[in-house]
T-cell receptor
Framework: AQSVAQPEDQVNVAEGNPLTVKCTYS??????LFWYVQYPNRGLQFLLK??????LVKGSYGFEAEFNKSQTSFHLKKPSALVSDSALYFC???????????FGKGTTLSVSS | GAVVSQHPSWVICKSGTSVKIECRSL??????MFWYRQFPKQSLMLMAT?????????EQGVEKDKFLINHASLTLSTLTVTSAHPEDSSFYIC????????????????FGPGTRLTVL
């Protein structure tokens, strides 16, 4: 069965510092991996996805993620955090030919000024 | 980009009434729509998957008679919470996907802004 793990409930960083939000996955076959961000009482906004190709994926708002097949990880990163990045971040996976996305439990990112 | 809308964004109803939530894909044809439920500070739990013109496929533990899903067109799906009770209060999020071309960019899902349901 497909699954996604986000081991951290919360990540705290200071503005200007690099941030990492961790995600590991388990899926049969090649995975499709996604990161979404959610602001309070809002739907999910797409950040980036990995389908195939380069392991480093660049997405919206300066975020990027590195796909590591051997470690089955897809960590979200940003070189310099902004206070406005504070939100709930979800990692999701869908295997090729699958339909719905399976989400991790989410990680709350808090960026302090 | 692809846009998905939901209506209403917020609804308060009395226990025992039914509530209908609409999900629309505004600029693409959604062959597949998904309904998720999210509790406060928790992840999205998939409730059901619906393909246009077909009956929805419900996840284990989701009552199909309570959560009626209709996907009658390529741009509209509805979720009706029947005889709502306070425990049905939640944030309901739909998403849509154009799955006609498995390699197309629209292979990804696009999410609506969500509907906050409060049952008194």
């Amino acid at each position: 069965a497909q699954s996604v793990a986000q081991p951290e409930d919360q990540v705290n960083v200071a503005e200007g510092n690099p941030l990492t939000v961790k995600c590991t996955y388990s899926v049969s076959g090649n995975p499709y991996l996604f990161w979404y961000v959610q602001y309070p009482n809002r739907g999910l906004q797409f950040l980036l996805k990995y389908i195939t190709g380069d392991n480093l994926v660049k997405g919206s708002y300066g975020f990027e993620a590195e796909f590591n097949k051997s470690q089955t990880s897809f960590h979200l990163k940003k070189p310099s955090a902004l206070v406005s990045d504070s939100a709930l971040y979800f990692c999701a996976v869908r295997d090729y030919g699958g339909t719905a996305l399976i989400f991790g439990k989410g990680t709350t990112l808090s960026v302090s000024s | 980009g692809a846009v998905v809308s939901q209506h209403p964004s917020w609804v308060i109803c009395k226990s025992g009434t039914s509530v209908k939530i609409e999900c629309r894909s505004l600029d693409f044809q959604a062959t597949t729509m998904f309904w998720y439920r999210q509790f406060p500070k928790q992840s999205l739990m998939l409730m059901a998957t619906s393909n246009e013109g077909s009956k929805a496929t419900y996840e284990q533990g989701v009552e199909k008679d309570k959560f009626l899903i209709n996907h009658a067109s390529l741009t509209l799906s509805t979720l009706t919470v029947t005889s709502a009770h306070p425990e049905d209060s939640s944030f309901y999020i739909c998403s849509a996907r154009d799955g006609r071309n498995v390699d197309s960019i629209y292979n990804e899902q696009f999410f609506g802004p969500g509907t906050r349901l409060t049952v008194l």
